[in-house]
T-cell receptor, first 115, second 110 residues
Framework: NAGVTQTPKFQVLKTGQSMTLQCAQD?????MSWYRQDPGMGLRLIHY???????DQGEVPNGYNVSRSTTEDFPLRLLSAAPSQTSVYFC??????????????FGQGTRLTVV | GENVGLHLPTLSVQEGDNSIINCAYS??????FIWYKQESGKGPQFIID?????DKRQGQRVTVLLNKTVKHLSLQIAATQPGDSAVYFC?????????FGPGTRLSVLP
């Protein structure tokens, strides 16, 4: 059981480049989300999805796009990378929408540096 | 990752002693809370949860206390071990999502 798998683990981008962070889960979870983690600021929600075909914005969505074409996958796209997007990114999933009191399972993270 | 924990409050505890990590949450309507542990270079891992209709819940070596009056959550770790060294986050359920606290770094001294 792989759980939540994120790729890549590390990435360096130049300002203005685009890329997609991949996230896949094999637990048939409805709810998936993306967070960024910056020093001293905990985890901040970027985008989330309560099921295939449904996405919504979190606390810090600007500069990021997501889609949810399947239950398993929830990629995060940076269309034009900026140094302010240097961070560690975590994907998480849970059985149902978190509001129904279920824990979230996290991936191992992607460390992104934008130069 | 390696940058997690910079500027975080740090709790240093002697191996074998008990640890208490505190968290203030923001929304009085939050009805579900989780403590996560994050080791360096890894994603957060679930430790224990508690619903708002409880004020205490115990797990293996861990206890979570909830005081809704002052919106305060604490995590107690009994007989702290070197493997407990990590950053600990509380999270409160807010609507469909969680809001995470900034975290506390626990350092276990030999």
């Amino acid at each position: 059981n792989a759980g939540v798998t994120q790729t890549p683990k590390f990435q360096v981008l130049k300002t203005g480049q685009s890329m997609t962070l991949q996230c896949a889960q094999d637990m048939n979870h409805e709810y998936m989300s993306w967070y960024r983690q910056d020093p001293g600021m905990g985890l901040r929600l970027i985008h989330y999805s309560v099921g295939a075909g449904i996405t919504d914005q979190g606390e810090v969505p600007n500069g990021y796009n997501v889609s949810r074409s399947t239950t398993e996958d929830f990629p995060l796209r940076l269309l034009s990378a900026a140094p302010s997007q240097t961070s560690v990114y975590f994907c998480a999933s849970s059985y149902s929408a978190v509001g129904r009191n279920t824990e979230a399972f996290f991936g191992q993270g992607t460390r992104l540096t934008v130069v | 990752g390696e940058n997690v924990g910079l500027h975080l409050p740090t709790l240093s505890v002697q191996e074998g002693d008990n640890s208490i990590i505190n968290c203030a949450y923001s929304n009085s309507a939050s009805d579900y809370f989780i403590w996560y542990k994050q080791e360096s270079g890894k994603g957060p891992q679930f430790i224990i949860d508690i619903r708002s209709n409880m004020d205490k819940r115990q797990g293996q070596r861990v206890t979570v206390l909830l005081n809704k009056t002052v919106k305060h959550l604490s995590l107690q770790i009994a007989a702290t071990q070197p493997g407990d060294s990590a950053v600990y986050f509380c999270a409160e359920n807010y609507g469909q999502n969680f809001v995470f606290g900034p975290g506390t770094r626990l350092s276990v001294l030999p």
